[in-house]
Structures are given as structure tokens and as C-alpha cells.
């Protein structure tokens, strides 16, 4: 045999010794028994792993496969334990240093990531105990486009920062695995761009492969959180993103109601992609030229989005429409029973949009003419007052509500404050002025303070609250989940669910906050107190409209005519003599 073949064969021959730091960092795990440590010494050398840099992820998973078939352990999880706590050992070691830092830097590669193996220690702990689970396993080097991993990757380290509860952080990376897993098979490339048929079949994928129903709708709104993070947090404005999350839009505070929660807008209904494309330009003009009020927008294009569906389930582009295509929409319109003053509002919508797609050379002219097809609109009133019987029962049942909901509705019946207001009063609202209480209210329907008489009593035990609760003079008394104000619709809700459980007159009161307005205005008018008083304590800026917060009217005239009249000498026919010029 040649002298250098002999010496290739010696080489190849004597056993691979392992790294004396590799056997010291393992050897320095505290809380792994010495049969896994010498079962990953074994398993390492077999490998010829020179550096602890090498063990990564897919080493980790060739170690388990190592301990099942070579060495026939079933259990390995003690085993696989010392793995992890000689890679985390290293990295805590390694970070401490520039180029160990950037070694172990937590970025996007074409690599498989593993959360228990992140650089920052915290998280690292964080997901100590749920390391075998499968969604601490993200792979970076599927077969798909790097934005779409770009997404992920920002979204998982945003689940990572924010969700620090176990089981709402379960949900949130489980949901965001399935959506990934979605993504690459049905070759999405952005899911900002997701339409509402991608929404979809995401749902039906879910169905498909979770394990209930209820697991499904735990993972389902992963969807809404990847949109809203990549929305909130990119350098620039997608404009182009099927929804936008109005946070980023970062409007004027007065053009914005704190209690709404109209969070978002959507245009992933629009079947139509250029017709989308349109509805975004116009919301853009409605957002940043207009100094219409947010939820005036909103509602307004929900009524858009509806006429476009439409025309788009009819195959048709609202750019190409025609005058009789039209006219069979508006028709639907009217046959829908929608009031006249609704009806009208929507019709003002539909050609402000269409004047808009003109002006922008997207469509040649409006197709219809507004004036013929506007419904005339009689004023009627509806006496929405609580009766004094409902009331004194809530009052009794009052106790049996959280005390923010207590006060909350304190407010409505009290002093008649709109819903808004009372979900954005803050801890500076309360006041004395000598021996009087007052409120300070912003009217986020007027953009305005105003500044009412409130009871003693209402005052007393709104002290009570702040200090009991901590509120600072800027605070919110009454804050949702997230902090901020309380949402209107939660209120309602809430107090719907309390009047029906409790069987608020009989089970047949339907709570409705703003009939307290009325409650109030017309209690104060039965009393006495002028309407233009009352107009000033409701915040209205005209006296029509504090009419119609004034109930049962027509009885009151009527009740105070027959009063007048029914006195001697104010008969109409008291001048008639009779045997005179126009008697008998």
C-alpha cells in the first residue's frame, strides 16, 4: 500500500475527538442528566460537529431521529433537553460579544427558525416549556415568494413582542402557521392584497385542518392581525392593501369619535379589481382632502361597497355603467323600504362618488340625475321616552352591574348625555362653581364643549369612582380592553344583555341609550323649563331639533287647547249672539 494512502486510511480511521468547548458548555448544563449529555457527546461526534454554531434546528431533529432508530428511545425528550440547553447556553454566551451578537442575530434567512433558540433571553424563556410544540418551528426556505416570508417573519416577531399570555400567544402563532402553510399552497403572494374569496377559502382551510369548530374561530382572526401589523407598521402608506386600519391614517382628532369602532375600512368585497382601485382613490379623496367626520365616511361607503358588489355580481364595472343599469339599482334601492331621509342619503353617496370617477376621467358622466329620483321626506316623531316604570326598575336593579356600567348609565338618565359622550368623559369633567356641580362634555357629534348643572348626588359618587379607580384629570373614566375609550357598542351590548337576563319589564324593554335623551328633555318641558333652555342643556344648535327630543307633543297641545278654550270667554263662538247679525 502506498505511504500516503496508508496515511489517508490512519486518518480516516482514528476516531473524531470533540471540541473541548462543545464538551464544556455541555458538561456546564445544570439541569440535564449525565446519560443525555453523554448520548449528545455520542450523537455529536458521530456527526464531526467541530463548533456549536452547527447546532441548529435540523441537527436537533437528525438528534431525535438518532435516539428513536440507533439508540430505540421512545422518550426523548430528556435528551433533546440537552441539546437545547447547550445551544442556549452558547448563544447567551456568544451574544455577549459583537461578532457572537451578529452570529446569532435574529433576522430573515433562507433557514429554519426555532423560538426557544431567539437571542434575547427573555423570549428565549418564554418558550422554554412549549418547545416541542410545532409552532416553534418557522421555515424560511419553502418554496415561495421572500415577501410573503417577509410578512410572516414580521408578524411572528410581532405575536413574539406583543402576546405574552401562553394561550392567546398559542393561538395567534398556530393561526399564523396555518396561514403561512395557506399562503404557499395556494400561491399567495401578499396577504395585505387578500380578497374577500381568499378570506374564503382561508376559512375553509382552517375547517379543514383544525380539529373543531371552536378551534377554527380561535385562529381565524390571525388574519385581521397580519393586515393591521403590516398596515400600522410599514415605512409608507399602503394604499394599495385591501383594508386600511385608520390609526396610520393619522387624521385630525376632531374628525374622529374615540367610543366608535370603526377601526378599519375594507375593499376586499369588491369582486371588480378595477372598481376596487376606484373605491380606494375616492376613500383617499374622502380621507385626506374632505374634513368629513370618520364615521360620516364610513357609513357613506358601506353604502358604495353595496352598489359596487352589486354591479359587479351583475358583471358589470361601475365605470361602464348605464343610464338603465342604473335605474335598476336605484330601483332596488326602493324596494329595499328604506326611509326616505336614508334613501336620499344613500342617492347623495352614489352620485358624489360617480361625480368623482367623472372629474377623474375614470368614467365619462354621472349616469342619473339626482333631483329625479329623490323621495320627499316628511318629518314624523317617534316618542322613544322611558317610562318612569322601566326606569325606577332599572334603578332598583341597578346593584347588580359592574360599577363602570353603574355610572355609565347614571349618565343617560341623569342628564341625558349622548352615548359618545359618556364613553369619552374624562377625569376633569366634574366641577364646582360655587355651590352648584357642573359637567364638562365634548360633543363629539358637534366638535364643542358644553357645560351643564349636573345633581349633587351624580357628582358625589363620580368623586367616589376616580379616586377609588386612580383616574388622572386626562384619563378616560370608562376605557376599553386596549386602554382607550370605551367602545359605544360594547355599552350597548352589555346593557341589551343586562335588560334581557334580568327581565327588565317583563323581557320587553329593548334597551336603547339614546331614549334617555328624550327622557330628559321631556321631563324638563313638562316641568316647565323653556325649550330654549333645554335646547342649550341637549347641546342642539337649532330649536327644531330639540323638538323632537320633546315627546308626546300633539297630546300636550291638544290637552292645553281644550284647557284654553274650555274657559269662559275663549270660546270661538263666544261673540256669536244669538238673534245678532250672524245668529239665529
Known amino acids: ?35 443525555a449529555k453523554r448520548k449528545l457527546k455520542q450523537f455529536l461526534r458521530k456527526e464531526r460537529i467541530q463548533s456549536i454554531f452547527e447546532m441548529d434546528y435540523p441537527l436537533r431533529k437528525a438528534f431525535e431521529e438518532y435516539l428513536q432508530i440507533n439508540e430505540g428511545i421512545r422518550q426523548t425528550n430528556r435528551y433533546i433537553l440537552a441539546f437545547d440547553r447547550a445551544k442556549q447556553a452558547h448563544i447567551r454566551q456568544q451574544t455577549k460579544t459583537i461578532a457572537g451578537g451578529f452570529e446569532y442575530q435574529w433576522r430573515l434567512e433562507d433557514k429554519i427558525l426555532f423560538l426557544p433558540y431567539h437571542p434575547n433571553q427573555t423570549i428565549e424563556m418564554e418558550f422554554d416549556s412549549v418547545r416541542h410544540k410545532p409552532n416553534m418551528v418557522w421555515d ?59 378570506e374564503t377559502k382561508f376559512e375553509q382551510y382552517l375547517a379543514e385542518h383544525t380539529t373543531s369548530n371552536t378551534r377554527k374561530e380561535l ?11 403590516l398596515f400600522l407598521q410599514s415605512d409608507e402608506i399602503n394604499w394599495d392593501a385591501n383594508v386600511w386600519y385608520l390609526d396610520r391614517l393619522h387624521l385630525p382628532k376632531n374628525r374622529i369619535n374615540p367610543s366608535s369602532s370603526f377601526a378599519s375600512i375594507s375593499f376586499a368585497e369588491i369582486p371588480h379589481p378595477g372598481d376596487r382601485q376606484c373605491a380606494k382613490e375616492y376613500m383617499k379623496y374622502q380621507f385626506g382632502v374632505t374634513s368629513r367626520a370618520v364615521s360620516t365616511i364610513t357609513i357613506g361607503y358601506h ?4 352598489m359596487l358588489v352589486w354591479f359587479n355580481e351583475q358583471g358589470q364595472s361601475i365605470c361602464d355603467c348605464t343610464k338603465e343599469q342604473m335605474e335598476r339599482y ?4 326602493q324596494n329595499q323600504q328604506i326611509a326616505a331621509k336614508t334613501y336620499n342619503e344613500y342617492l347623495v353617496g352614489i352620485y358624489q362618488f360617480l361625480s368623482f370617477l367623472t372629474v377623474r376621467g375614470y368614467a365619462k358622466k354621472v349616469p342619473f340625475r339626482l333631483e329625479y329620483y329623490q323621495k320627499k321626506v316628511i318629518p314624523t316623531h317617534h316618542d322613544r321616552s322611558v317610562s318612569p316604570e322601566v326606569c325606577m326598575e332599572m334603578l332598583k336593579k341597578l346593584p347588580l352591574l359592574p360599577e363602570h356600567l353603574r355610572c355609565m348609565y347614571l ?19 366634574y366641577y364646582r362653581q360655587g355651590e352648584d356641580a357642573w359637567i364638562q362634555v365634548y360633543q363629539v357629534k358637534m366638535k364643542t364643549y358644553k357645560r351643564i348643572p349636573i345633581s349633587d ?128
Open 1 to 35: 500500500m502506498p505511504a500516503y494512502a496508508l496515511r489517508q486510511w490512519q486518518a480516516e480511521e482514528k476516531p473524531f475527538t470533540l471540541p473541548e468547548e462543545i464538551s464544556e458548555i455541555i458538561d456546564g448544563c445544570q439541569d440535564v442528566c449525565s446519560t
Open 303 to 306: 353604502g358604495l361597497r353595496n
Open 457 to 584: 348626588g351624580l357628582y358625589r359618587i363620580m368623586q367616589v369612582y376616580i379616586k377609588r379607580n386612580g383616574i388622572a384629570p386626562d384619563d378616560y373614566l370608562f376605557t376599553n380592553q386596549y386602554g382607550g375609550a370605551y367602545r359605544s357598542q360594547t355599552f350597548r351590548y352589555q346593557m341589551k344583555k343586562f335588560c334581557s337576563d334580568n327581565a327588565i319589564e317583563g323581557g320587553e324593554y329593548l334597551f336603547q341609550s339614546h331614549d334617555y335623551r328624550h327622557t330628559v328633555a321631556t321631563f324638563f318641558y313638562d316641568s316647565g323649563v323653556s325649550l330654549q333652555s333645554i335646547r342649550d342643556y341637549l347641546g342642539h344648535d337649532y330649536e327644531e331639533m330639540t323638538e323632537q327630543y320633546i315627546d308626546y307633543m300633539p297630546r300636550k297641545i291638544a290637552a292645553a287647547n281644550t284647557e284654553f278654550f274650555g274657559k269662559p270667554g275663549n270660546s270661538l263662538a263666544s261673540c256669536l249672539k244669538k238673534g245678532g247679525k250672524y245668529g239665529q
Open 219 to 229: 385562529l381565524l382572526p390571525i388574519l385581521n392581525y397580519c393586515r393591521k401589523t
Open 330 to 333: 336605484i330601483k332596488e334601492l
Open 411 to 429: 349618565h343617560l338618565w341623569c342628564i341625558g348625555l349622548r352615548i359618545s359622550e359618556v364613553c369619552t368623559l374624562k377625569g376633569n369633567a
Open 140 to 198: 424560511f426556505k419553502r418554496n415561495c415568494p421572500m415577501s410573503l416570508k417577509q410578512q410572516i417573519f414580521q408578524v411572528l416577531n410581532s405575536v413574539v413582542d406583543i402576546f405574552k399570555e401562553p394561550r392567546r400567544r398559542e393561538f395567534r402563532l398556530s393561526g399564523l402557521q396555518c396561514l403561512y402553510d395557506f399562503c404557499v399552497e395556494y400561491g399567495i403572494k401578499d396577504i395585505e392584497a387578500m380578497d374577500a374569496k381568499e
